[in-house]
């Protein structure tokens, strides 16, 4: 349970923090750092907690799980638990006055007699944008059979928690925002997450690259899932014979370590020392996703580093076309191939590229996830 501190009143609400589930390094784990970071004497509650495959830094927080954890096989892979996750959630008591809830599908049902302000980082993909999320030619694995058995329940679960009146919902960007209203009803402000890797820290070589030259190759940060579309970009940069490293574990890893060629690099598991380095080194990112917000654009811009990236999501809030970055339409590798040469063309000023990621800043995340909760806590 969060305890007051020192600076608080001895009536101030009791908060704690929840996350669907903490198995992997992404952009929503980094966003839960720094929840915790706003309010460090809370407890964070997720469903699963694997300490080697997420950051290190959640050590430092108090964590409780669900039962599920007690299972390696869903801390392996949270997605073998789709049939229990529902059930879990809903009977995963948070003892706490105010949740500040981190959620993509799961979270925003856990139980408790507190209200929730729910920090959406999109309503469920596997719902709401199944195609999307399991990528063309998918109808007929496993997992889009189990979706289409299990969706109608899904669902109704799903609307019911998002329905809570108790609630309050954030968006963190303009196409969630909107997707929040068209899916529950809800008009929800946005507070932009932030970019937390910060460019002073200490950097540590990475030996597999080390052959590379820095400021020639180019840069992919990303989970390996299909709709990621990595094989597009590896397809464009082979073309062109430009070289490309990929940081990112998951699904897909293996087809894409079977289609890269020498030019390409794979990396997982990097520290925080590690992908520093790699960003340092790089001359741009290139992102071919739909993303719901799109941090790794920030984190590039970080190092004066600009991005080319799909012309969808979230990346219209974080790229600033032709000064931070260039987009293009579709991800084709013909599409991709022609804005990494349209980016080699241009000349970029990378003290405008930083300016503009400093305004997506965690110190300014904090004191606006902080404002929005003490006001919400304040609301009878």
Sequence with gaps: MARASVNEPMDAPRIAIAHDYLTQRGGA??????????????????????????????????????????????????????????????????????????????????????????????????????DHYLGDGNRSSPQSIA???????????????????RNKYLANSTVVQQRIES???????????????????????????????????????????KYKNVDKIIEATSALGVPLVIVGSGPEKSALESMAGETTVLLSDLTDAQLRSVYSGAKALIAASHEDFGITPLEAASWGIPTVALRKGGYLDTIVENETGLFF????????????????????????????????????FIDEIRDAVLKFSDHK
Aim: with cysteine; hydrophobic share 40%.
């Design 183 to 225: 899916t529950y009803g809800i008009h929800a402000p946005i507070i932009f997450p932030p970019h937390s890797l910060d460019t002073g820290g200490v950097q540590e070589s990475v030996p597999e690259i080390s052959q590379l030259v820095r400021g020639k190759y180019l840069l992919v940060v990303a989970r390996l899932m």
């Design 29 to 130: 784990e980094r966003v839960v750092l720094s929840m915790h970071k706003a309010f460090p004497e809370a407890t964070i509650y997720t469903t699963l907690y694997d300490p080697e495959k997420t950051f290190p830094e959640f050590a430092n927080a108090n964590i409780v799980t669900s039962p599920l954890n007690a299972i390696p096989l869903f801390r392996r892979d949270h997605r073998l638990a789709l049939p229990l996750l529902a059930p879990i959630s809903s009977s995963f008591d948070v003892p706490a006055d105010i949740v500040l809830t981190s959620s993509s599908g799961w979270a925003h049902g856990f139980a408790g007699s507190g209200r929730k302000i729910v920090y959406c980082h999109t309503p469920a993909r596997w719902l709401y944008l199944r």
């Design 329 to 364: 339409d579709e991800p084709q590798p013909n599409q991709i191939a022609e804005a990494i040469q349209g980016m080699f063309a241009r000349e970029w000023d990378s003290s405008t590229i930083r300016s503009h990621a400093d305004d997506f800043s965690e110190a300014r």
């Design 147 to 165: 979706l289409n058995f299990l969706a109608p329940f899904l669902k109704k679960w799903d609307q019911k928690h998002a329905q809570n009146l």
